[in-house]
C-alpha cells in the first residue's frame, strides 16, 4: 500500500511538473506574437511645439518609444506652438495618406479643426488628440477612434492656483501675475481662465499678460517683458507661467528681474531637467504634472488600437499631481531623461 501511494504521489508531480513546462514553454511564444503587432501602420505625429523644445521633446520621446514597442511607421510634424502652422501641417498630413494622426493637433481648436477631422475621418484616417482638448468634435467621432489624453485645462488651472495659494499662503488683496493664453483658440485658452478664475475668488488681484508668439516658441525670448511687468508692479507676491517652456524658463525669468530665490512664489505647469533645477534652488515653488510623455504614447497605441481591433478613443487625463521642493527629487532623474 505504500509503495502504491508513493507511485501515485510521483505520477501526480510528474504531472503537474508537465503542466508547468507547457504554461512556460508558450508563454514566449504568445508573447513573440503579439510584439510589434501595429506594424504596417503609417501615423503622422504632432509632438506640437518646437523641434527638441521643452515639453514638446517629452511628447515626442513618447511617440518615439510607442512607435518602436508597437511597430508602426511614424513621421513627425513640429508645429512650434503655431497654430496656423500646425492647420498647414495637418492638411499636408491627411495628404500623405497615413492611417492616423496623434498627438496634440487640438491646439487650433474646434472650429478650425472641424473640416479638417472631418475629411480625415472620411479618409479612414483616425485621428487621436492630446494636450487641448476638442470638445465640440471628439463626441461625434469617439465611435471612430477618436480619443483624448491630457488634462481637463480648466480644471488644472484652477487646481494650480488655489494648491498655489494654499501652499504659498498667498493672501487675500495681494496681486499675482499671470502669463497665459487666454486669447488661444479653443480649450487651451481655459487653463490661463481657470487660474485667473481661482486668483479671482480668493480676492487676489490678478495682473495679466498673454504670451506673445515670440515667446510662445522660444521662451526665453520672453525676459524682458517678464521684468518690465515686474518692475510695473512691484506689489506682485506669486507669478503663474501658463506654459511648459516658460516655466522652465523661470530662474532666468527671475534672474533678469533681480529677484532671489523665494523673493515670489512661482507657480506653473509641467516637469522637466530646467523645472526640477528651478526648484531645487528656490526660483520655482510648484508645478502641476501633465506628464507629457503619456501625451506621446498613448495617441499613437489609441491609433493602433482602432485600425487594429476597432476601439472607440480612449479619454485619458494625464495631470496627475503636483511637484515642488518636498518631491522633486523622485521625479528629476526621469525628467533628466526627458521621461517626466
Not at 49 to 75: E, I
Request: positive net charge; aromatic residues 8%.
Amino acid at each position: 500500500m505504500k509503495a502504491l501511494r508513493l507511485k501515485v504521489g510521483i505520477s501526480a508531480i510528474a504531472l503537474l511538473a508537465s503542466a508547468s513546462v507547457a504554461v512556460v514553454s508558450t508563454t514566449p511564444a504568445t508573447a513573440a506574437a503579439t510584439t510589434r503587432w501595429c506594424a504596417g501602420v503609417k501615423i503622422a505625429a504632432f509632438p506640437g511645439g518646437p523641434q527638441g523644445g521643452t515639453f514638446a521633446v517629452n511628447v515626442y520621446n513618447g511617440q518615439v518609444q510607442a512607435a518602436r514597442d508597437l511597430g508602426a511607421t511614424v513621421k513627425y510634424y513640429w508645429s512650434n506652438w503655431d497654430p496656423s502652422l500646425m492647420t498647414s501641417q495637418l492638411k499636408e498630413a491627411i495628404a500623405s495618406k497615413p492611417d492616423g494622426i496623434a498627438g496634440i493637433v487640438g491646439l487650433i481648436g474646434d472650429a478650425s479643426a472641424g473640416p479638417i477631422i472631418k475629411d480625415a475621418f472620411s479618409k479612414g484616417i483616425v485621428v487621436a488628440n492630446a494636450n487641448s482638448q476638442l470638445p465640440l468634435l471628439t463626441p461625434t467621432y469617439a465611435a471612430s477612434g477618436m480619443g483624448f489624453v491630457g488634462a481637463t485645462n480648466y480644471k488644472a488651472g484652477f487646481d494650480l492656483a488655489n494648491e498655489a495659494i494654499k501652499r504659498g499662503k498667498l493672501a487675500s488683496g495681494g496681486s499675482a501675475f499671470v502669463w497665459g493664453l487666454k486669447g488661444a483658440a479653443g480649450d487651451r485658452a481655459q487653463r490661463t481662465i481657470g487660474i485667473i478664475d481661482a486668483l479671482t475668488k480668493a480676492g487676489i488681484k490678478v495682473v495679466y499678460q498673454e504670451i506673445d508668439q515670440a515667446t510662445n516658441t522660444t521662451p526665453a525670448s520672453g525676459a524682458p517683458t517678464f521684468v518690465g511687468v515686474m518692475q510695473a508692479h512691484p506689489d506682485i507676491k506669486s507669478v503663474f507661467l501658463d506654459h511648459g517652456g516658460l516655466t522652465a524658463t523661470a530662474e532666468t525669468y527671475l534672474k533678469a528681474a533681480s529677484i532671489k530665490p523665494g523673493g515670489v512664489y512661482v507657480a506653473g505647469f509641467d516637469m522637466s531637467p530646467a523645472v526640477g533645477t528651478a526648484i531645487k534652488s528656490g526660483y520655482l515653488s510648484l508645478v502641476i504634472d501633465q506628464q507629457e510623455w503619456l501625451q506621446g504614447y498613448l495617441p499613437i497605441l489609441q491609433v493602433c488600437l482602432t485600425k487594429k481591433y476597432a476601439f472607440a478613443g480612449l479619454d485619458i487625463n494625464t495631470a496627475g499631481g503636483f511637484i515642488d521642493s518636498s518631491n522633486v527629487a523622485i521625479i528629476a532623474p526621469l525628467a533628466a531623461k526627458l521621461i517626466r
